[in-house]
């Protein structure tokens, strides 16, 4: 897949193209894989609410407002992959 | 091998020694993002191996400990690079990158990233000598033109401005 036709699936408003290359980046090459890695980032994001510990809102909601998408965007997928190695389950080959 | 111009003016022109690369790996990946109709000459050796300085260009996400990790998290990819001084230990290193096998390298660098082997090629004569840094950066890319527009004349300006007079590129 090449970004330019992940650019043309944006313009297209074709989603599955999209969230199938997030699968394979997720699952290195395995789509079924990443799909599975995508659940297990949700699951990693609610354990640690389920007690309702005190969360820092302030900071949550500052950063929202004051960052820009791309950045908020870059920020997901960072914590994806800080859930995911917080899980203790590494499908990766190597670091981050 | 070298072909001379027509005429036989001007200097000679060198063969490119696979016109079909790029048919090639379209062929072997279909779909994937390259695509290429340039020149891409082979360069011959101008002086003999052991009066050329190398410099070593690697995708493995080897760098420096304590500088800004490698962005393996981006999905279009990372287009920055990483100075490796090749006087390094191998301890001083590290590497980030999440797409392929790390396991060995990280017990052994060099497998990965030789930079003690070439220093003793260096040290022996094989090699005239190393730049003064080698060049590293990941492998995971999705924008072929700006890794080429970017990453790549920069590495080639940062290297020929050391005075490289070959490099050994290593793909991860």
């Known amino acids: ?96 | 091998m070298t072909e001379t111009s027509d005429r036989g003016e001007g200097p000679p022109r060198v063969a490119q020694l696979r016109p079909g690369l790029w048919d090639t790996v379209n062929e072997r990946y279909p779909g994937s993002m390259i695509d290429k109709a340039d020149f891409v000459p082979l360069a011959p050796l101008r002086k003999p191996l052991s009066e050329c300085r190398l410099a070593f260009v690697s995708t493995s996400g080897t760098q420096p400990r304590g500088s800004l990790p490698f962005d393996t998290v981006h999905p279009v990819g990372d287009y920055s690079f990483r100075r490796v001084p090749t006087t390094s230990r191998t301890d001083e290193l590290e590497i980030h990158q999440l797409k392929y096998p790390t396991a060995s390298a990280n017990r052994d660098l060099n497998v990965i990233f030789p930079i003690d082997r070439l220093r003793e090629l260096a040290d022996e004569g094989v090699i005239g000598g190393l730049t003064e840094n080698f060049y590293t950066f990941i492998g995971y890319n999705m924008d072929p033109e700006r890794l080429e527009r970017t990453l790549a004349e920069d590495i080639a300006t940062a290297i020929s401005e050391e005075g490289a007079d070959i490099a050994l590129a290593a793909p991860a």
């Open chain 1, 1 to 96: 897949m090449s970004l330019q036709y992940l650019k043309d699936a944006a313009a297209a408003g074709d989603p599955e193209k999209l969230i199938r290359y997030v699968r394979l980046h997720f699952g290195d090459g395995n789509e079924e894989a990443g799909r599975r890695e995508i659940d297990k980032a949700w699951v990693e994001a609610l354990k640690p609410l389920l007690d309702v510990p005190p969360t820092d809102r302030e900071f949550i909601l500052e950063t929202i407002r004051t960052r820009d998408p791309a950045t908020l965007a870059h920020l997901f997928f960072h914590l994806h992959f800080y859930l995911v190695q917080r899980s203790g389950e590494w499908i990766h080959d190597g670091n981050l």
